[in-house]
């Protein structure tokens, strides 16, 4: 038998450039839908009518909560792109019990409010005022 590799901490020197990540938490209405039984989407997929009566849903959603949500998706894919691995990016529904947490922790009223690494709160669309928040904390580390 082989011997077990032990585990190798790395541990940075003085001097050393690392870069650390930031959590950026987005609190904002995310459109969800749920699903029936496994059982059902089974039969539903297998007859055709499992897209239909999923788009049906999506399609009874108000336009503004379809536009904000693809707004958020297209501002988050941007997001990625530009810091890539520096940043951890989580939605959060307010509507969930997480979502209903972190609106009463940090006081959010209005959506979406992005939380940079729980010191910072940042709340609408305004992507100047985000992307100086998030330069901001990335510099600081």
Known sequence: MWPKPTPRIITPKRGD???????LEILSL??????QCQHCETVYDQ????????DQIMREFPDDLLED?????ALVVELVKRYKNRIIIQVI??????GLYKSLRY????????????????????Q?????ALQTHLSSQ
């Open 93 to 98: 529904d307010p509507q969930s019990a997480m």
């Open 17 to 23: 450039n690392i870069k650390k990540t930031i959590k």
């Open 69 to 73: 949500h693809t707004r958020l998706s």
């Open 128 to 132: 100047e005022k985000l992307d100086k």
């Open 107 to 126: 006081w959010v009223r209005k959506y979406p409010t992005f939380i940079i690494d729980g010191r910072e709160k940042v709340t609408g669309w305004d």
């Open 30 to 35: 995310v459109p969800s839908s749920y699903r």
């Open 47 to 54: 007859s055709g009518i499992g897209p239909q009566v999923h």
